[in-house]
């Protein structure tokens, strides 16, 4: 079936613009998870989904973050007046339950000039 | 709190050779889940293996073998006979038990040298 899919592939900002990022998971999984990676580092937690529960938004670096899954399906993460600290891969991940195996969309690669 | 150590930032090998990847974790969880994400230069995380804390078993796939050993929270990783398509980036990840936010080490970057 088919797998965790993120778009843009690329995304290239201009500091001070807003983007968002969209993610759509696996059907059926309950669980999304946001992460961050920037070049050569180990993967930044930003924010949880879980089935219709408030989302855990503990790793979200700054209130220019946000994201929302709606109907428990498609996520996007918004990005407001990026930053060029912003400039990362943003993987998105979902599994059938919380504590499952993950499974990692391609990523979206954030450029912020 | 949890917590999951890839000591190895970086190994590099010259292809046939065998090479172990170290993954020591901290948890207070009597239940909880180990994993092993493979991520090539393409840049996807993939799964390789998942083990929960009541099942010690090594396994093999292959050329992949897991040694999961409780009394010194390893869960250690070998590749046999490596080949440069091994060569990528090698997560050991934990969850389960209090925390549904899984914690990854920092990552062992594989490079297999033809």
């Known amino acids: 079936g088919a797998g965790v899919s993120q778009s843009p592939s690329n995304k290239v900002t201009e500091k001070g613009k807003d983007v968002e990022l969209r993610c759509d998971p696996i059907?059926?999984?309950?669980?999304l998870y946001w992460y961050r990676q920037s070049l050569g580092q180990g993967l930044e937690f930003l924010i949880y989904?879980?089935?219709?529960?408030?989302?855990?938004k503990s790793g979200l670096p700054s209130d220019r973050f946000s994201a929302e899954r709606t109907g428990g399906s498609v996520s996007t993460l918004t990005i407001q007046r990026t930053q060029q600290e912003d400039s990362a891969v943003y993987l998105c991940?979902?599994?059938?339950?919380?504590?499952?195996?993950?499974?990692f969309g391609p990523g979206t690669r954030l450029t912020v000039l | 709190a949890q917590k999951v150590t890839q000591a190895q930032t970086e190994i590099s090998v010259v292809e046939k050779e065998d090479v172990t990847l170290d993954c020591v974790y901290e948890?207070?969880?009597?239940?909880?889940?180990l994993f092993w994400y493979k991520q090539p230069p393409s840049g996807e995380l993939v799964f390789l293996i998942r083990?929960?804390?009541?099942?010690?078993q090594n396994e093999i796939s292959g050329r992949y073998s897991w040694n999961f050993q409780k009394s010194t929270s390893s869960f250690n990783f070998t590749i046999t006979a490596s080949q440069v398509v091994d060569s990528a980036v090698y997560f050991c990840a934990l969850s389960g038990g209090g925390s549904y936010i899984p914690t990854f080490g920092r990552g062992t970057s594989l490079i297999v040298h033809p």
């Open positions: 083990r929960n804390s009541f099942d010690e």
């Open positions: 991940a979902t599994s059938p339950r919380r504590t499952d195996t993950q499974y």
């Open positions: 059907s059926g999984h309950t669980a």
């Open positions: 989904f879980q089935g219709n529960s408030a989302p855990d």
């Open positions: 948890t207070r969880d009597t239940t909880y889940y």
